[in-house]
């Protein structure tokens, strides 16, 4: 059954960079479309981005377009979404996802 973990949160100040990490454990990520999701404080569940499985096609919302980036390592299984010019208002956890899998999530906060 695929579980996956997101690493690589914490503080960074605004227009920061930070990236982002998602693994998967007893199964092998290349083989799943994962999206990238962030929740902040009050705020309902908003996506980010996506990779297809095969041919890593990505695919991003509009207003997420030019600072966010999704990416694969197919030699670490991984993929990552790095995170430029961050704003305060980027503050929230970040999940990867899955079809109805989602990872437990990673605290982003930006702030002075």
């Known amino acids: 059954q695929l579980q996956l973990v997101e690493s690589g949160g914490g503080l960074v100040q605004p227009g920061g960079s930070l990236k982002l990490s998602c693994t998967a454990s007893s199964a092998t990520l290349s083989a799943y479309p994962i999206a990238w999701f962030r929740q902040s404080p009050g705020q309902e569940r908003e996506g980010i981005g996506c990779i297809s499985s095969n041919d890593r096609f990505t695919y991003y919302e509009n207003s997420k377009k030019g600072r966010f980036t999704v990416s694969t390592d197919n030699a670490k299984d991984t993929v990552y979404l790095e995170m430029n010019d961050l704003k305060p208002d980027d503050t929230a956890t970040y999940y990867c996802?899955?079809?109805?899998?989602w990872g437990q999530g990673t605290l982003v906060t930006v702030s002075s």
């Open positions: 996802n899955s079809g109805r899998t």
